[in-house]
């Protein structure tokens, strides 16, 4: 199949749907539940402000910053992890085990955490020598985590020239296609958040922060799977595989 906009959007809307009840329940158990608990008890203890996350750490009070972050990056690889496993197995028609599926998530935060690093330290060098390389570097190495998460065994610098040899020849319709999620989730949330903003002043503050803080999550989902969707198509129309041989290295 063509990596196309279209083709990549369509599957991107076409996972959301055929997996939409195991995505909602491990979104909910593995992101939602545990940003919000945090948020809200951070902003008990401590008062931050999810608005402006920044505020703590220019005042000088550097922890409730530290567990927001450590806490978001947590979550975010954790529910990544389990949304590939999800959606490749699904696609291969595989049974899927939630349990095991946060064990080998847990398993590959730290990897992922490296993966990270060495790909924002890749993107600063090229942002910082003539821009236009920081963003070719950020766009080739987009599916490195999810590949590291779809492939095991392939190891952190095998993801990351992986991803780069995939997405050659499609990185500025990658950027496209974020383009256009980021947009329908900054609309979409916007619409939700609307009617929050409207009535802010006779909204208790902690029912506030809770309805933004599902919003930030789920918007944030959506966007994961996207990168899953990217990652499908790419193999689809450069390699010969099928969807039962990137399943089989999870059983």
Known sequence: ??????????????LLG??????????LLLYVLPMTAAVLGLFSSFGFDLQNPSL??????????????????????????????????GEAKQPFNLGASIGRGFINIIPLIIVGILSTLLMMVGLILLIIPGFIVMLG???????????????????????????????????????????????????????????????????????QMIISSVTSLVTFVFAVAIYLCLRRAKDTHTPETVANVFS
């Open 56 to 89: 703590q750490l220019e005042q000088g009070v550097y922890l409730p910053f530290g567990i927001y972050m450590g806490m978001s990056v947590l979550t975010a690889l954790l529910s990544l992890s389990v949304l590939t496993e999800i959606i490749v197995k």
């Open 18 to 27: 055929q997996y939409f009840g195991q995505i909602a329940v491990a979104g």
């Open 141 to 211: 190495l987009y599916v490195a985590t999810t590949v590291y998460i779809a492939e095991p065994g392939i190891g952190i610098i095998g993801a990351m020239k992986r991803s780069w040899a995939l997405t050659k020849n499609h990185r500025w319709q990658i950027f496209l296609i974020l383009l256009i999620i980021g947009i329908l989730c900054a609309l979409a949330g916007g619409a939700f958040g609307l009617p929050l903003g409207l009535m802010a002043a006779t909204i208790p503050p902690m029912v506030s922060l809770t309805v």
């Open 1 to 14: 199949m063509k990596f196309t906009i279209g083709n990549t959007l369509n599957e991107g809307f076409a």
